[in-house]
């Protein structure tokens, strides 16, 4: 019975070690130099005088994705596309951009507004 004993807090001994040693790494908050990754307006103007027209709808997405997360620190923003969102379009859960830019939202205004001036350099909206 004691070498049961004795297997029994070796194994209980060595499960708390390794538990204690396992920490979970907390999810990297977003920082200043990820929101800097958008590609430049400059890269924009090289793109389009290269003809390079994928490249530069690529860079315009990218700009209009930041501008629309920055929108949605407006509580109304954000509420309404949560509500949008949970509705179903064509069988999936989906929210077209032409459908809600023209919505009037309570305190900000229009929501096309909203993300235009969260955008910053020449960079065309969508």
Known sequence: M???GRIAVTI?????FSLAGCT???VAPETEQTMNNTPSETEYQTALAKGNQAKAHEIRLAHFAKALA????HDGVGA???ERIGEKFDGDYEVLWNDVKSKQIQG?????RVVQG???GGIPTM
């Not at 900000?108 to 096309?112: E, F, T």
């Open 80 to 82: 309404y596309l949560k």
């Open 2 to 4: 004691k070498a049961l």
């Open 118 to 120: 969260k955008l910053k």
């Open 24 to 26: 979970q790494e907390p």
């Open 108 to 112: 900000v205004g229009q929501l096309r």
């Open 12 to 16: 209980i001994t060595v499960i708390f």
């Open 70 to 73: 920055k929108a949605q620190k």
